[in-house]
């Protein structure tokens, strides 16, 4: 079959159901705006394997996803989705981009959680944007955004305790939402939660466990994120 989407990290498939579609994770990691690029074995299934746990248990929470259930290794079926061209990214240490940009030294604990908007945009370089860029692109009315920010805050909430369970450290996250293709005034979480789009360090270590392994040449990706997979299960069971 032809793919109805091709990312750096997933491929969309039409299914029999035209209100669901088939995310197929794969193993390419990219880095840096598509500038560094590299293929590992089991990263695909790993991925898939720690956001259908995390999903589960978000759902179990009260937060709607696009989440459907787990077909294979490699892929889940999900909702179709119209996604929102706004990535809402939630820090909680300075690390990466954010200290690049202010030289706040990483590792710094914020007072409360720092909530920043990115246009999705490849060929841009998903730039910084805020509300008011929002409102005058057309990009999410006032009560969505006031939704997304909202949402993601709960989410880094239920996030933070359960990955402290897990002794793991929740630097910063991206997450993105989707309108319902069945009802477009729902909007609900989308794409993937897992090491690729969360910073993760070790609670006793501080060690990386995400895929800053990957863009600082650290080694051992895949160990890191089979890691991190085994203690979600363990604190899932």
């Given at each position: ?89 939630v820090r909680n240490l ?140 363990q604190n899932l069971a």
């Amino acid at each position: 079959m032809t793919p109805l989407y091709e990312g750096k990290a997933k491929r969309l498939w039409a299914t029999d159901n035209p209100d669901t579609l088939r995310m197929e994770f794969k193993d390419d990691a990219t880095a840096f705006d598509g500038k560094k690029k590299a293929q590992f074995e089991n990263k695909g299934r790993l991925n898939n394997a720690i956001s259908t746990l995390i999903y589960g248990m978000l759902e179990k929470e009260g937060i709607p996803t696009h989440f459907v259930r787990q077909i294979d290794d490699t892929n889940v079926e999900v909702h179709k989705v119209e996604i929102l061209k706004v990535e809402v990214i939630v820090r909680n240490l300075a690390a990466g981009s954010f200290s690049r940009r202010t030289g706040i030294a990483e590792g710094h604990v914020f007072s409360r959680p720092v909530v920043e908007f990115s246009y999705k945009s490849d060929e841009l370089g998903d730039p910084l944007i805020n509300d008011d860029y929002i409102r005058e692109m057309g990009l999410a009315t006032p009560e969505e955004l006031a939704h997304l920010r909202k949402s993601a805050l709960k989410v880094n909430e239920l996030l933070c305790a359960f990955f402290a369970k897990c002794g793991l450290n929740l630097v910063d996250f991206k997450l993105e939402f989707g309108r319902l293709a069945t009802d477009p005034s729902v909007i609900v979480l989308a794409d993937e939660i897992s090491p690729d789009g969360c910073r993760l360090w070790d609670l006793k270590t501080g060690e990386k466990m995400d895929k800053d392994r990957f863009r600082r040449d650290l080694g051992n990706v895949m160990e890191a994120y089979e890691e991190v997979l085994g203690r979600v299960r363990q604190n899932l069971a």
